[in-house]
């Protein structure tokens, strides 16, 4: 394997980490805002990669995903545990709503950085250079991926937890429970879009704004 394919392979790795370990720990660490420790007092707000590292979803799924050249890579690290009870006491449903969205801001600032960087960058001439432009590429382009598939209403996505608690915050609670039992079909759902044609209905928005951002 030449040395730039290497370069890229850390890059890519890297990156991917970054996005989806930052995007848990976020989620703890707004929870803890709320007065929820319970992420804390596990050391899950550590960015100590191995106390995240789910072995499927971090490492099994994006590694078949890059082999199959299956066109993107996705991937998702140890859920971090929240205590909503505790966040929807001293915050409400709003606190709940906050938390969630967590993970989804913290990719999506990551993007919005790694563009600004991408416009400065000077042009590739070594290793190094190769290896930085390479991390702030993927950097951009898996939190805009993560940010917008976990923007799915689809449980377990973080979309689906906002609808639920906007709807417990409306009064709606029969329909946030019978939304919320949906869950035990989630993943089976997301496996179609992501194995189907419905990959490209989905993906397609999503590479056109990581189109748009990317340097010309």
Do not use: C
Not at 63 to 75: C, E, V
Not at 96 to 103: D, F, H, K, L
Not at 149 to 157: K, M, V
């Amino acid at each position: 394997m030449k040395s730039a394919e290497l370069v890229e392979i850390a890059a890519i790795i890297l990156s991917l980490a970054i996005a989806i370990i930052g995007h848990e720990i976020m989620h703890g660490y707004a929870a803890y805002r709320y007065g929820d420790h319970t992420a804390k007092d596990l050391g899950r707000l550590s960015v100590n990669p191995i106390v995240h590292i789910d072995p499927i979803g971090t490492i099994i799924v994006p590694a078949l995903l890059y082999f199959s050249n299956a066109g993107f890579l996705f991937g998702w690290a140890k859920p971090v545990p929240i205590n909503i009870p505790t966040v929807i006491k001293n915050g409400g449903y709003n606190g709940a709503i906050v938390v969630s969205m967590a993970g989804i801001l913290f990719n999506f600032t990551l993007a919005i950085i790694a563009a600004v960087v991408l416009q400065v960058l000077p042009s590739v001439n070594n290793l190094w250079m190769l290896f930085v432009h390479a991390f702030f590429v993927y950097t951009l382009i898996y939190n805009i991926v993560l940010g917008i598939f976990n923007l799915l209403p689809i449980p377990p996505l973080d979309g689906s937890h906002v609808v639920v608690y906007q709807a417990k915050k409306m009064g709606y609670h029969n329909f946030a429970y019978k939304y919320q039992s949906i869950g035990m079909y989630g993943m089976i759902i997301l496996i179609v879009i992501i194995a189907t044609p419905l990959a490209d209905f989905v993906f397609a928005p999503i590479f056109e704004i990581i189109n748009i951002l990317l340097p010309k």
